[in-house]
Every structure is written in C-alpha cells, then in structure tokens.
C-alpha cells in the first residue's frame, strides 16, 4: 500500500503543479487557482476549467465542462460507500476526497479495515500534496512570466491526453473519443466558446445507442 | 468576478456529485447502461478537451508548436513513459519547437 501510495502521490504532486503553472498561465490569479484545488480537488475538472476560462469563455458553460467531469466521482463514491461502509456523518467530509487515486487505492485494499486506512491516507496526503505543488507552479508561473514560451501551455492538454489513452481500450471507447475530437473542433468556429465540449459530451449515448443496436441486431440473426 | 462566479460553480458541482455517489442508495446507479454512460462520458470530454486545447486559439483552429509538443507525448505514452515524462515531453517539445521557429 505504501508503494502505491507513493507512486500516486508523487504523480499528483506533478499534476499539481502543472495546475498551479496552467491556471496562472492562463490568466487566473494565485488566489483563484488555489481556491480551484482547495475547494474543487479533482484535476481534470480544474484543468478544463481553466482552459475553458482561458479563452474568455463564459463561466456557466465553463463551470459546466468542468462539472460533467466530475460526474464520474459519484459512481467512484457508490462504489466507495459499499467497501468503506462509513458512518453517515462522515460522508460529507470523506467526500470531498473521492477522486479517481483514492479509488484505486481503496480498491487495491483486502479487507475494509485497510480499505478505511487506505482511503484515509490516500485522501489525505493527495490533498495536502495537490495543494502544496498548487501553490508552488502557480508561485513559479507568476515568477517566470511568459509561461507559454517555456511550453507550458502544452501541460494541460497532455494532462488530458494521459488520462485519457489509458481508457481506450475497446473500439467503443476509441469510436466516443474520435466523434468526441471531431464535433470538440468542428464545432468550435461556431459555436460559444465552452459549448462544443459539452455538445462533443454526445459522443457517448450516441455510440452507446449505436452500439446496442447491433448487439440487439446480432442477438437477432443467432435466434 | 466571472472567474469567481465560474470557481464557486465548479466547486460546488464537483462537491455535489461526489456526495451523491456516497448517499444514495446503491441500486440507483447500479443499472448497466448508466455505469456503461459513466465511463464513457470522461472519454468524450477528455478527448475533445485535448483536441481543443492542442489545436484552438480562442474560437481559430491553429496548427502549432503544441501539436508537435502533444504528439511527442502520444508517443511517450505508447512507449509506456510514466506521467511526469508524457508531460514533459509534451513541455520540452512544445518550447524546443517554439525557441527554433
């Protein structure tokens, strides 16, 4: 557990500071960037969130991108209140913890026992740490100046880009990410800003319908 | 004020549904369509959130130093790099490619 941990803390602790570095890069101040991991704490919501601020999008369809993200915690926390089995005064404190590391880790434990140890420390020390590197890369983005000279603007989008490739593994997730891509640009010229990536949202019921269409097509030519 | 209003949103959107997940009762979300929605739904967002933030400069499509830098990071990805480096392979080739143009 104490290797897991720590593999996942130090590759928070960097994805931490590209946040901090991309926020401020992107325009936000110290203070809103700390506030983002301080009181959002789930990256990619962050990370979109600023880069949807960026281009001076409105802050609905900004918080909106940033929100649908974040859905996924709710299936994360299902599966966590089933193993972790906590007092329900406790909920909404471990709450704000249920993120997809802690989840891994949780899920990695035995026994429920080193499930609660687990989620705890996990939660935690992510926590402290995200918002630690938080305020250092926004502090260094401030002190550099022109962030996207050193490339740092890149931080971001490869932040999604290694969250996503690992979920792409059957052609359903690659035929969601690919309509996904080309409604997100096709889109974009003209559309609000922020719109499109809630519209390329799409992709997944779209293929889903798709998909049990031909199941359903298949089930029929076996009868 | 904007950025403040689009902080407290997120924040309170994000907190809520992490909640949810740990109040309701477990047949609600158990059905297998909606878990299936779940985990596709991050893949969309993610890919098109990488695909704009890489290729558009507010509402333009651009091709520059960022694509260069993003394809090193595919590449390190494939070649099963850990986090840190798809992200500074991303960073490094973005600036190198910027600094030589």
Excluded at chain 1, 113 to 120: L, S, V
Excluded at chain 1, 173 to 188: C, Q, T
Excluded at chain 2, 35 to 50: C, W
Excluded at chain 2, 82 to 90: D, K, N, W
Aim: glycine share 10%; proline share 4%.
């Amino acid at each position: 557990m104490v290797r897991d941990a720590l593999g996942v803390g130090v590759a928070v602790g960097l994805s931490g500071f590209a946040f901090g570095v991309t926020s401020v890069g992107n325009g936000l101040s110290l203070l809103q960037t700390c506030a983002l991991s301080l009181l959002v704490f789930t990256g990619a919501s962050q990370f979109a969130l600023v880069g949807a601020l960026a281009g001076g999008g409105n802050p609905v369809t900004a918080a909106a991108g940033a929100f649908f993200l974040g859905v996924r915690n709710a299936f994360y926390g299902l599966r966590l209140s089933q193993l972790l089995q906590l007092p329900r005064f406790v909920r909404p404190l471990a709450a704000h913890w249920v993120i997809d590391e802690t989840t891994a880790v949780t899920l990695a434990q035995p026994t429920r026992r080193a499930r609660r140890i687990g989620f705890t420390v996990t939660g935690l020390t992510l926590y402290v740490l995200w918002n630690l590197t938080t305020l250092l890369g926004g502090l260094g983005a401030e002190a550099i100046g022109d962030t996207d000279a050193w490339g740092l603007d890149a931080a971001g989008p490869a932040t999604f880009l290694a969250l996503l490739a690992p979920m792409l593994r059957s052609t359903t997730e690659r035929a969601v990410a690919l309509l996904a891509v080309a409604l997100g640009l096709m889109l974009l010229p003209v559309l609000p800003e922020g719109v499109p990536v809630l519209v390329a949202a799409l992709a997944a019921p779209l293929v889903l319908v798709v998909e049990g269409r031909k199941i359903r097509a298949r089930e029929k030519e076996d009868r | 004020m904007n950025i403040w209003l689009a902080v407290a949103l997120t924040a309170v959107g994000c907190y809520a549904v992490k909640l949810l997940g740990l109040l309701v009762p477990a047949g609600v979300l158990e059905r297998p369509l909606v878990q299936r929605l779940a985990a596709l739904l991050p893949v969309a967002l993610l890919a098109a959130l990488t695909a704009q933030q890489t290729f558009a400069e507010g509402q333009a499509l651009v091709l520059d130093a960022k694509a260069a830098g993003l394809a090193a990071a595919g590449v390190a990805f494939l070649l099963r790099a850990p986090f840190l480096l798809i992200i500074g392979a991303a960073v490094v080739v973005t600036a190198g490619v910027r600094a030589l143009g």
